[in-house]
């Protein structure tokens, strides 16, 4: 590859070509007035750059015929790309100069842009990491999914509730991605199978597609860290085949002539449609299957390119990475398209797919994994469900039965069909049968995918269910977000710990270092200086950087507990009503999170907390001691801004619940100290920090199973913290709702009535404790800052570096590209 001996760009150099596209692009000589102008024109000059190493990546893949991985995945949450392409690139200081000399901050340019927001949370920030870290690491690697027009839905708080409208990422064009018209698939829905006698007295099914979609690949392109690698996001808009009836327009029918149009556009237009309707279930699993089935003909439209009809290479050149079970629809369309398609008898179709795909489990909650009425399977996609069919009956007739002959009831647990009033696909079983790996997120989540979701698939396959732990990229979530640290940093690691992370470790050595620890704890404050005005611009709520900021951010969800967060705040208010005197540090509780639309108690959560928020933030009884924000539309650049600023990362999920988490690892690598439960990653965070420096609380897996044998009675809990009822009695009335009681009362109901599934009131104690116990270290100022100091210099291990080189070792097999 030439780029390497290239000269590097100078600063002049670079203004030029901001300038060049800013009159010959966006013909906007007079930009003074225009950031977002400049920061169009400042995409387009790194993209020269971007376009070029992609070109020559290309042709290295090419030449090396280096075997690739596919990461298949319905969400990517991308945030904004300009900064961490920069960095990536080495181009910040020049593009800073560059943007200088037109007379602009580079940061300011940077809040012009708009976050690639196509996901949700945890699940589509992973993959947007691991692409980070692919290209970083010089592998070859293709990340597949769907263009929606509208990403994550935008949130606003109107009178404390969550008000959501819809995300216009794009509405004026998104200068990263770019169309690529030659690569457009054809995908077919609907219709009927057909079965045909053939001569030689076997039978070949012809699906006769009711439907034809069009699938319009854009190119996102994914800059590695100081690697030569840019790889592709390749994100999947549908369109109809044709635009729309010419003749019908004519005749005066407008919006006739657009119907077959905006049905099939519908397909992209948004992430997680409202599937609680029949039509919005059927939306998704289309959604899933376009997608699933544009990648395959693509990546075997790559792989023709190469080695035209000879398949003897696929397997060793293709591995399929399904990314949850949203894309599980893939097994079914490749062994569709080489049987139907390419001619592949029943057998080596399957031992094909069963050697290219592996499967990533996120989550142990029964209700996430995905189900699709067979009947609905039938109506859409008629010939996937036949040999879905007769994968189960392979399946059932020869591996359960060899291993479990007889025996009925494992029969039914098995199948891939669940029976029922409604029979029902289950997609995660048929990930399990066909993959060649699969893998939880975290040892603790491995474990239990192993003991208690698929017990008897790891008896059936031993071997094939593994462990990957998550990580995060340091680019984005220290060396970009935190400039001031990791400008401290460099003064102490030798190596390129953005590249090494593990050589952060010899930060740990000055951790007692009075001298560092000022520095350290010195940018501590300034960023929160820097996010007290970013709060106050945002709410309206002043908050003093002195105070411990005390961060939950994170998808909302009754697992995550962001209640069991509210009522300890609700028993620190209720601790200085009683004594205004009484002796803690002061706090800011910070939360930023969006509840999915139809979550009710999920947004009830929300109003709670605002509604209580607005009543402690005025009230002056309580001398400042206690703030509550919830700052709106948490999104990626929202993270960026809150993280460096962190003193203490809550994650404080139900023990066996949260897989991994990964704010836990972006937090801690910026220094919060966490106080969690020993769940997903918070173990082996735990692990690398050693007890001292985290503050572990609550109920373990084994304790939370023992609890449900036993029966669990969280009324008990209620009676017997005096503290914990007054509490949830305020809820339960008027106290924060004069005139109007019970409307904070569906936590309440939640936790007393609805059997608190899970178990907040059976931590709370400990969970005070622990809070206890963290004040206490944070008045100790040598102290903290040693605990912060250490949490940074361990992280090491989190990197997504290190989980894609596990990836790469145990199941992906790739090399990289020299
Ligand atoms: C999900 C899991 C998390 C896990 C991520 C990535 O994220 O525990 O860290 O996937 O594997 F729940 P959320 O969508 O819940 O944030």
Redesign the pocket.
Known sequence: MATATKKPLTAAQFKTKVLHHLNFTSSEVDFQDNPSAVLRAVCLAVNEVVYEKLKETNAAHTEQKARSVNYLSL?YLMGRMLSNNLHNLNLFDIAQKAVADLGFELEDIFEEGHDLAL????????AACFLDSLATLDYNAVGYGIHYQHGLFEQQFHKCRQIETPDEWREYGNPWEVCRPEAVQEIPLFGSVETQAQVDGSVKKIWHPGQIIKGVPWDVPIVGYNSKTVNVLRLWESRACSHFDWDQFNAGAYQDAHSAQNQAETISKVLYPNDETEAGKELRFIQQYFFCACSIKDIIKRYQKQYGDDWSEFANQTVIQLN?THPTIAILELMRTLMDDYDFNWDNAWAMCRQVFAY?N??L?PE?LEKWAVSMFERVLPRHLEILYAINEQFLNHEVARMWPGDVQMRARLSLIEEGQQKMVRMAHLCVVTSFKVNG??QI?SDLVQSDLFPEFNKLYPGKLTNVT?GVTPRRWLKACNPKLSKLLDTVVKNDWAKELSSLNAVAEYADDAKFQKKFMDIKHENKVKLAGEIHKLTGVEVNPEAIFDVQI??L?EY?RQHLNFLHILGLYRRLLENPDYDMHPRVFIFGAKAAPGYYLAKEIIYAINKVAERINNDARIKDKLKVVFLPNYRVTLAEKIIPAADVSEQI?TAG???????NMKLALNGAVTIGTLD??NVEIAEEVGDDNIFIFGNTVDQIKAMKVAGYNPWQFYEANEELKDVIDWLRGDFFTPGKPGELGAIAHSLLEGGDPYRVLADYDDYARAQEALDVAYKDSKRWARMAILNTAKMGKFTSDRSIQDYVNNIWKLTPIK
């Open positions: 969400e996901g949700n949370g945890g699940l589509g920030r992973l949850d990533t996120h989550t909650l996430a997120v975290a989540h998550n994170k998808r969800h995550k999920s619940k949260e897989a991994s988490g990964t704010g997903g990653a």
